[in-house]
């Protein structure tokens, strides 16, 4: 809990966007502790790999590591989990672009398309719409954690094995209705969302490349 605590601060001091350049006395100052402390915190937030810490004469420069910052999102949903209102909806906004071209294939796969029918109770379109999220969507799309998903199992078909994922039900212009699929295993960085539907969404909504588009999750 106190690395926790010690973690904090430094994403307040601007430790998550940049390096923070800082003393032992003036890290004490900031958890209201000894400087002896404050030194024994840094080192134990370097060893859990929440961050990067650089010492030389003119004091020590330090960074929130991704791990770091994954720690600070956990908490951070926590907290939402207690505050947040359940009813609250997440709009994501980005742009139309072209996929890799696997989504036609998974969407036709017998092992995916059965439970996408019965679970999301729709025929899914063969193919995916690929959205690349943009501002504060990106960091809104963490908070898809905080909603009912419907989990897509994994299976074996020909000696291979296809892993699962999750469903999280949307809706798009004039209530189209579709799913966000997000695989357990995924080529895509995470700014970018794969919607299924049982509608061609390109031609349902006009849409091409470069469009921009909400989607909300209720």
């Known amino acids: 809990m106190e690395n926790i605590s010690s973690l904090k601060k430094l994403a307040l001091m601007g430790g998550?966007?940049?390096i923070v350049r800082?003393?032992?006395?003036?890290?004490?100052?900031?958890?209201?502790s000894s400087p002896q402390t404050a030194s024994r915190r840094l080192q134990a937030l370097e060893e859990a790999g929440y961050i990067t810490r650089k010492v030389d004469?003119?004091?020590?420069?330090v960074m929130i590591?991704?791990?770091?910052?994954?720690?600070?999102?956990?908490?951070?949903?926590?907290?939402?989990?207690?505050?947040?209102?359940?009813?609250?909806?997440?709009?994501?906004?980005?742009?139309?672009?072209?996929?890799?071209?696997?989504?036609?294939?998974?969407?036709?796969?017998?092992?995916?398309?059965?439970?996408?029918?019965e679970l999301l109770g729709f025929e899914p379109y063969p193919g995916t719409l690929n959205i690349k999220l943009e501002g504060k969507s990106i960091e809104c799309r963490s908070m898809l954690k905080l909603k009912d998903d419907v989990i897509i199992n994994g299976f074996n078909s020909r000696n291979r094995t296809?892993?699962?994922?999750r469903c999280y039900p949307v809706k798009l212009g004039n209530g189209t209705k579709g799913a966000i699929m997000i695989p357990d295993?995924?080529?895509?960085?995470?700014?970018?969302?794969?919607?299924i539907s049982p509608d061609n969404l390109r031609e349902q909504l006009k849409l091409k490349d470069g469009c921009r588009i909400t989607v909300l999750v209720e």
């Open 185 to 195: 295993r995924t080529h895509y960085p995470e700014d970018i969302i794969e919607i």
């Open 65 to 117: 590591t991704k791990h770091g910052l994954k720690v600070l999102e956990a908490e951070y949903l926590e907290y939402r989990q207690i505050f947040a209102r359940p009813s609250t909806h997440i709009e994501l906004t980005g742009k139309v672009i072209t996929g890799l071209g696997e989504g036609q294939y998974y969407t036709t796969l017998k092992g995916y398309h059965d439970q996408f029918v």
């Open 22 to 32: 800082l003393s032992s006395p003036e890290f004490a100052a900031q958890i209201t």
């Open 16 to 18: 998550i966007d940049s």
């Open 162 to 165: 296809f892993g699962g994922g």
């Open 57 to 61: 004469q003119a004091g020590q420069r």
